[in-house]
C-alpha cells in the first residue's frame, strides 16, 4: 500500500517541480494521460554522448513511441469494432495497458522473460494454435531475437485468416537491417525500411503511419536525437525529421482478402 502512494505523489509532485525548474521549456500536451506541460529529456548513452529532448511524459512516463501507438490505436477503434476482438500485447508497456483493455474484448499479454505477464512466450515460435488472436501490438521487440524470420511468421500465423491486425512499431535505423551475428546490448540487429516489405510479404495489406499523419509537435512525436550536442538526422528519408531526429512509424499489417 505504501509503495502505491509512493508512486502516487511521484506523479503528482514530480510534474509540478519539472514545470516549476524549466519553466521556458517548449510545452506539449500527452493524448495518453493529458498532462500538459514540458517533457523530461533522456540520456541513450555517454559515449557517444546521446539523448533525446523533450521525450518523456511527467504523466504517465510515455516515450514518442508510445504516444504515437495510442493514436494509431484509437483511430483503429473508429474504424473497427475491437470490442468483438482479442489482442495479445506483447512485451507490454503500462502506458497502453488501460487503452488496450477499454478497447479489445479480450486482452492478453506475452513476454519470454518480464514477469507479470499472461504468456511467456518465444516470439520465435509460440505456443498458441493458428489464428488464436485478433489481434497483436508489437513494440521495439524485433530487434532481440536471433530469428526475425521465424518472429515475423509467428505474427501472421496467430492472427485469423481474415480480419486479423498486426500493429508493429520499430525504429527504422537504415536502409536495410543490419544483422549482428550474435547478441550486442542484448539486440540481434537493427531494423531497416526492408521490414516493411517483409511484412508485406506476410499480409494482405500494410499501412504506413508516420507520426506527422498525426499533430506531431502538440503531442511531440519526433523522437529529436542529439549527438555530442548538434541535432542527429542520420537516418532514411522516409522516416528522416530534418534537423530534428526521426519520424514514428507504425504498420499496420491486415489479414484476408480486400483487406
Known amino acids: 500500500m505504501r509503495h502505491r502512494w509512493s508512486e502516487r505523489a511521484k506523479q503528482l509532485v514530480r510534474p509540478m517541480l519539472y514545470r516549476m525548474f524549466h519553466a521556458q521549456s517548449e510545452v506539449f500536451t500527452c493524448p495518453i494521460c493529458a498532462y500538459r506541460g514540458p517533457f523530461k529529456s533522456k540520456r541513450i548513452s555517454r559515449s557517444p554522448d546521446l539523448t533525446r529532448p523533450h521525450?518523456?511524459?511527467?504523466?504517465?512516463?510515455?516515450?514518442?513511441?508510445?504516444r504515437m501507438m495510442y493514436l494509431v490505436i484509437e483511430d483503429l477503434a473508429e474504424r473497427y469494432d475491437l470490442s468483438q476482438m482479442s489482442v495479445l500485447h506483447i512485451a507490454p508497456e503500462d502506458c497502453l495497458t488501460t487503452q488496450l483493455r477499454q478497447h479489445f474484448g479480450r486482452y492478453e499479454t506475452a513476454d519470454l522473460f518480464a514477469p507479470g505477464v499472461d504468456h511467456k512466450e518465444d516470439l520465435q515460435a509460440m505456443s498458441f494454435p493458428d489464428g488464436h488472436y485478433d489481434c497483436i501490438v508489437i513494440s521495439r521487440v524485433l530487434t532481440v531475437p536471433p530469428d526475425l524470420d521465424a518472429c515475423l511468421n509467428e505474427l501472421r500465423r496467430v492472427l485469423p485468416a481474415t480480419g486479423g491486425l498486426a500493429i508493429v512499431a520499430e525504429t527504422y535505423t537504415h536502409e536495410s537491417t543490419q544483422e549482428f551475428g550474435r547478441f550486442i546490448n542484448e539486440r540481434s540487429r537493427e531494423i531497416g525500411l526492408d521490414l516493411l516489405e517483409q511484412l508485406e510479404q506476410r499480409f494482405d495489406r500494410v499501412e504506413q503511419i508516420r507520426s506527422d499523419h498525426y499533430d506531431e509537435k502538440t503531442f511531440q512525436l519526433t523522437n529529436r536525437i542529439h549527438r555530442d550536442?548538434?541535432?542527429?538526422?542520420?537516418?532514411?528519408?522516409?522516416?528522416?525529421?530534418p534537423g530534428l531526429g526521426f519520424r514514428e512509424l507504425v504498420a499496420v499489417g491486415h489479414t484476408g482478402p480486400g483487406a
Do not use: F, I, T
Not at 521525450?55 to 508510445?66: D, M, P, Q
Not at 550536442?229 to 525529421?241: C, L
Open 229 to 241: 550536442g548538434q541535432a542527429h538526422d542520420a537516418y532514411p528519408e522516409p522516416v528522416r525529421h
Open 55 to 66: 521525450s518523456k511524459c511527467l504523466g504517465c512516463a510515455s516515450n514518442e513511441r508510445h
